[in-house]
């Protein structure tokens, strides 16, 4: 069965900052590959940052040079290391597993900024 797990999430002031992590389980996670999406109230579920299984990255346009995406493959993990947060960031942040025909989701995480 396979589980992603998110933590990190949670309330930070405009400027802060935050990391998110995944642990994922029942799955071959080097083949995948990881994305963080988020989704506002009101809104539809959008692409925050993807990482290829061979480390290739790619961003929001609105998230570039704040959020960084990584992956820890012996640990099973992907993380968002997200800076200089604004309140428009308020979202319910989803990790994405994806490789051919699979595709999986975590439970989403909040991350709340206000001051």
């Known amino acids: 069965q396979v589980q992603l797990v998110e933590s990190g999430g949670g309330l930070v002031q405009p400027g802060g900052s935050l990391r998110l992590s995944c642990a994922a389980s029942?799955?071959?996670?080097?083949?995948?590959?990881m994305s963080w999406y988020r989704q506002a109230p009101g809104k539809e579920r959008e692409l925050v940052a993807r990482?290829?299984?061979?480390?290739?990255?790619n961003y929001a346009d609105s998230v570039k040079g704040r959020f960084t995406i990584s992956r820890d493959n012996a640990k099973k993990s992907v993380y968002l290391q997200m800076a200089s947060l604004k309140p428009e960031d308020t979202a319910v942040y989803y990790c994405?597993?994806?490789?051919?025909?699979?595709?999986?989701w975590g439970q989403g995480i909040q991350v709340t900024v206000s001051s």
């Open positions: 994405n597993a994806r490789y051919v025909s699979s595709n999986y």
């Open positions: 029942g799955l071959i996670f080097g083949v995948y590959v």
């Open positions: 990482i290829t299984s061979s480390g290739s990255t």
